[in-house]
């Protein structure tokens, strides 16, 4: 348990900046290459892969908060990291993936809309 603990260090300060914005600046230029940019709404939260180091924002699409809850997954797919936050609407929040694995995205309080991310 101890050396994943660096990982939900990075993981919980990573998510702890969520929702923050300047709604005078496009999201994009909040994005530091290599990046990518995803709408999520309530009712659609899309799987990607990604590489190592990519940046990834998400963007409310939708007019209300969204729950968001961040895992990691060991290779057995037990959750070994949890981050949880919110987007308001027509907000966004971004993360680098520093390391190749498995992540769920739960854009949901009641976790039925969520993504697969995979980062190699």
């Known amino acids: 348990m101890k050396k994943y603990s660096k990982y939900l260090m990075i993981l919980v300060v990573m998510l702890s900046a969520c929702g923050q914005t300047n709604n ?4 994009e230029m909040f ?9 999520v709404t309530r009712e659609n939260c899309p799987s990607m892969e990604v590489q190592v180091g990519m940046q990834v924002m998400w963007v409310n699409g939708d007019t209300v908060t969204i729950p968001i809850t961040l895992e990691e ?3 057995h797919g037990n959750v070994i990291t949890t981050g949880k936050s919110e987007i308001n609407a027509e907000n966004q929040f971004s ?6 694995g498995t992540y769920h995205l739960y854009c949901s309080e ?3 809309v969520y993504a697969t991310i995979t980062v190699k």
């Open 110 to 112: 009641n976790r039925d």
């Open 73 to 75: 997954l060991d290779d």
């Open 24 to 27: 005078d600046v496009p999201p």
């Open 31 to 39: 994005l530091t290459p290599p990046a990518m940019s995803v709408t």
């Open 95 to 100: 993360v680098r993936f520093e390391h190749a």
